[in-house]
C-alpha cells in the first residue's frame, strides 16, 4: 500500500515511516519541517519525501498522488508553546486537517487522525475517558486537536470519507524533540540542568511507547471503522515519580529537581479506556516501568550528536521564554 504520512519527520510520524518501510509498504512524507521535523530521523529508510504544509491544497494533492491512504501526524503538539502563541495550532490542527480531509473526499483515500487524549480533559482519580465521551481541551493545543476531530467526523457524516480517528496517550521513545517531559529531563540530566518540575509534579500522564502506538494507528489505518474513535492508553505515573526514575538511571543528584511554576490551565490526571481498540487485537508490547524508560534514557545517553544540535538556536530562545523565570 501506497500512504501518505503526513508529518513524518516528527517523532511518532518517522516511527510510522519506519514500520511501514519494514513491512514493505510505500511511505510519501508530507512534512513541513518546522523547528520539530528533522529529516534526519528517517536517515537510512526507505522514503518519498515532499516538502509543504497540510493546509496547502497545492502541496497536499502532489504528495498525496497514487495514496490509497493517509496517517496524519502533522500537528503542532507542545501545550507550553501554544499557551505562548495559539494561532499556529489553528493553522496547522485544525485548517490543515480540513485541507487534508478535502483531499481524502476529491481522492477516496482511507484517513486515520492521529489525536491525543488531551481532547478529553482532565479527570478525577478512577475514572477513565471512553471514546463517546465529551470533549473538555483545556489547553489551545487540546482544543486545536478536538477541532480537527470534530472535522473528521463531520466530513465522515456529510461525504462519507472513510476516517476514523486514534486518541493516544503521552508518548515516548527515541527522536523526540527535548521540549517533552522525557527528552527534556533526560537530555538536561545528561548536561548536568535542572530538571523544572510544574507546581508538586503529582499531575498523572499515562505512558505510550511509539512502536506501541505506532502498531495502533497501523491496525486501525487497516481494520477500523469509519466513523471510530479508537484510544491508545498507556501506564499510569505521576510526572514526580518519573522524574526520580530518570534521577537514578541518568546518575544525576537529586538537587537537580526543582519545582516550579505551574503550566496555566494544567490538566491534573489523564487515562484512557483502550478496550475497544484492544477488541481489533492490539496490545501494547512495550513496558515502560520495566524496560521502556530505561531504553529510552540510554539512547539519549547514545546519540548525543542527534539532540546537542537542536538544542540551540530556536530552541534555545523558547527554552528562556518557558523557564527562565521559572528558574531564576
Ligand atoms: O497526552 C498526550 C499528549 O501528551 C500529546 O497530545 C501531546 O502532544 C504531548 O505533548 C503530551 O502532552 P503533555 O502536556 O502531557 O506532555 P509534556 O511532556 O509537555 O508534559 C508531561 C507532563 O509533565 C505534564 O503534566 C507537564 C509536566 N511537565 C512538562 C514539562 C515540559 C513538567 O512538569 N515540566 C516540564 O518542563
Same mark, same amino acid.
Given at each position: 500500500m501506497r500512504v501518505l504520512v503526513t508529518g513524518g519527520a516528527g517523532f511518532i510520524g518517522s516511527h510510522f515511516v519506519k514500520r511501514l518501510a519494514a513491512k514493505g509498504d510505500e511511505a510519501v512524507v508530507l512534512d513541513r +519541517?518546522? $523547528?520539530?521535523?528533522?529529516?534526519a530521523n528517517l536517515e537510512g529508510v526507505e522514503h518519498e519525501f515532499h516538502h509543504g504544509d497540510i493546509a496547502d491544497p497545492e502541496a497536499v494533492a502532489a504528495a498525496g498522488t497514487g495514496c490509497a491512504a493517509v496517517a496524519n501526524f502533522a500537528a503542532e503538539t507542545h501545550v507550553d508553546r501554544s499557551i505562548l502563541g495559539p494561532r499556529e495550532f489553528v493553522h496547522t490542527d485544525v485548517l490543515g486537517t480540513q485541507t487534508l480531509l478535502e483531499w481524502a473526499r476529491e481522492s477516496g483515500a482511507r484517513y486515520v487522525q492521529v489525536s491525543t487524549d488531551e481532547v478529553y480533559g482532565d479527570l478525577e482519580p478512577n475514572i477513565r475517558s471512553r471514546e463517546d465521551d465529551p470533549l473538555r481541551p483545556s489547553s489551545p493545543y487540546a482544543a486545536a486537536k478536538a477541532a480537527g476531530d470534530l472535522q473528521v467526523l463531520a466530513y465522515v457524516r456529510t461525504y462519507g470519507v472513510r476516517a476514523s480517528i486514534t486518541r493516544g496517550a503521552n508518548t515516548f521513545g527515541?527522536?523526540? $524533540?527535548?521540549?517533552? +517531559?522525557i527528552p527534556l529531563f533526560v537530555t538536561n540530566a545528561l548536561e548536568g540542568l535542572e530538571l523544572p518540575v510544574y507546581g508538586d509534579g503529582k499531575q498523572v500522564r499515562e505512558w505510550l511507547h511509539a512502536d506501541d502506538h505506532c502498531a495502533a494507528i497501523e491496525l486501525v489505518l487497516r481494520d477500523g471503522e469509519p466513523g471510530e474513535v479508537y484510544n491508545v492508553g498507556g501506564e499510569e505515573f505521576e510526572n514526580i515519580e518519573v522524574t526520580h526514575r530518570i534521577v537514578e538511571l541518568t546518575g544525576v543528584?537529586?538537587? +537537580?529537581i526543582r519545582h516550579v511554576e505551574d503550566r496555566a490551565g494544567h490538566d491534573r490526571r489523564y487515562a484512557l479506556d483502550d478496550a475497544k481498540l484492544r477488541t481489533l487485537g492490539w496490545s501494547p508490547r512495550h513496558s515502560f516501568g520495566e524496560t521502556g524508560l530505561t531504553e529510552t534514557v540510554e539512547w539519549y545517553r547514545a546519540n548525543r550528536d542527534w539532540w546537542e544540535p537542536i538544542k540551540s538556536g530556536e530552541y534555545r530562545e523558547y527554552y528562556e521564554r518557558q523557564y527562565a523565570h521559572r528558574l531564576a
Open positions: +519541517l518546522t $523547528y520539530s521535523g528533522n529529516r527515541s527522536h523526540q $524533540y527535548p521540549e517533552k +517531559l543528584d537529586a538537587g +537537580l
